[in-house]
């Protein structure tokens, strides 16, 4: 069964970084694209950042400059360091990854991380 688990959320202050993981655990033969989303209270989710299995990243125009995507190979893990972190930031941050089994390909979401940017 395959699991992804994040970690990493939490308050932090306007002006101040946190840094996200997305950790792949099961049996599985690879992981394509892993990505980052987020939902605010109200709001419909949206994309964060994305990263391919040949370290492509994309950008929500939000987070460009301030947010930097990346993957450990060796331990199937996505980050999500984000810096310059504002108010308008704050959500529930999700890992999504596509994963390669033996007979298919499936999108696997993780539990969810809050981050909340408050003074």
């Known amino acids: 069964q395959v699991q992804l688990v994040e970690s990493g959320g939490g308050l932090v202050q306007p002006g101040g970084s946190l840094r996200l993981s997305c950790a792949a655990s099961g049996s599985f033969f690879s992981i394509e694209t892993m990505a980052w989303y987020r939902q605010a209270p109200g709001k419909q989710r949206e994309l964060v950042a994305s990263i391919t299995s040949g370290d492509r990243t994309n950008y929500a125009d939000s987070v460009k400059g301030r947010f930097t995507i990346s993957r450990d190979y060796t331990k199937n893990t996505a980050y999500l360091q984000m810096n310059s972190l504002k108010p308008e930031d704050t959500a529930v941050y999700s890992c999504?990854?596509?994963?390669?089994?033996?007979?298919?390909?499936?999108?696997?979401w993780g539990q969810g991380t809050q981050v909340t940017v408050s003074s």
């Open positions: 999504n990854a596509d994963i390669r089994l033996a007979y298919s390909s499936l999108y696997y």
